[in-house]
Nanobody
Framework: QVQLVESGGGSVQAGGSLRLSCATS????????TGWFRQAPGKERERVAR???????SYADSMKGRFTISRDNAKNTLYLQMNSLKPEDTAMYYC????????????????????WGHGTQVTVSS
């Protein structure tokens, strides 16, 4: 059974940093497109970052330069390093996975991702 379990969320002041982890079981991260998404109360789910089978990464514009997605294939774990956090980054953060070719990984809508974790809450205070 495939499972994704997020951790590392918490409360931090603006300008601070957090590192989210997504431990996977039942899949090999190096053979999947994996990504981070977030959803704030009353808002649509939005993409944060993705990493494809070849290790290429992509980010939403508002996260570029502040967030870094990475993975440890030996641990089958996905990470999201978040720096210079802003109050508008407050949201539930989810990791997700889908088995698609690399070029589609970065353009596929979130609805294409069939495997999701339960999320970890990030709260940034001003």
């Amino acid at each position: 059974q495939v499972q994704l379990v997020e951790s590392g969320g918490g409360s931090v002041q603006a300008g601070g940093s957090l590192r989210l982890s997504c431990a996977t079981s039942g899949l090999t991260t190096s053979t999947y497109c994996t990504g981070w998404f977030r959803q704030a109360p009353g808002k649509e789910r939005e993409r944060v970052a993705r990493i494809d089978k070849d290790g290429m990464t992509s980010y939403a514009d508002s996260m570029k330069g502040r967030f870094t997605i990475s993975r440890d294939n030996a641990k089958n774990t996905l990470y999201l390093q978040m720096n210079s956090l802003k109050p508008e980054d407050t949201a539930m953060y989810y990791c997700a996975a889908v088995n698609v070719v690399s070029y589609y990984c970065h353009t596929a809508p979130s609805s294409v991702f069939p495997i999701w974790g339960h999320g970890t809450q990030v709260t940034v205070s001003s």
